[in-house]
């Protein structure tokens, strides 16, 4: 077995020895051992999993005890308020989204089914576009602000 440096054309008498001299002369970088591959690869897994499980604990956390909410989105259904909607209406979403965990204490109505064609309750009430609240008999279209639901319904906005 011939070691000789294929750029310098000098003859070496072990392959350590034209290692070194393609490492010190060359610059050549060899490439990584196949262990530090690995540890690199398990490293990466352990601080993906890591975020995983803090992403789940901050989760749970935020999602137990009441909602900010909870009194208002309850004076809300107490009074009759019904927000009508639809779980693809990014409108809906939003609408939820003010309420926070406390969208559960109000009185909604999901009006699409699987294949988004509209529920019969919706149909009954003349649902035409989401979100739709009914309140006092009056029907209100679009996102509303958690002000103007108090001010429609008397409901104080406290935070728990």
């Not at 009194?71 to 259904?77: E, I, P, V, Y």
């Not at 089914?113 to 019969?120: E, G, Y």
């Not at 649902?127 to 009056?138: D, E, F, L, R, V």
Request: charged share 25%; glycine share 6%.
């Amino acid at each position: 077995m011939e070691n000789k440096c294929e750029e310098c054309n000098k003859d070496f008498n072990s392959i350590e020895a034209l290692e070194q001299h393609n490492r010190s002369k060359h610059k050549v970088v060899e490439e990584p051992k196949k262990e530090s591959k690995i540890k690199r690869k398990h490293i990466v897994y352990l601080v993906l999993i890591a975020i995983i499980i803090v992403t789940l604990v901050i989760g749970y956390t935020r999602s137990a005890g009441p909602g900010k909410y909870d009194d208002f989105a309850q004076c809300l259904t107490d009074s009759d308020a019904i927000f009508y909607g639809a779980f693809w209406c990014p409108n809906c979403v939003t609408q939820k989204g003010l309420f926070g965990k406390s969208i559960d204490n109000v009185n909604y109505v999901e009006c699409s089914n699987q294949d988004r064609s509209q529920t019969q309750i919706c149909i009954e009430k003349g649902i035409q576009s989401y979100p739709t609240w009914i309140i006092n008999g009056s029907e209100h279209i679009g996102v509303l602000q958690l002000q103007t639901l108090s001010e429609l319904t008397k409901c104080p906005i406290n935070s728990n």
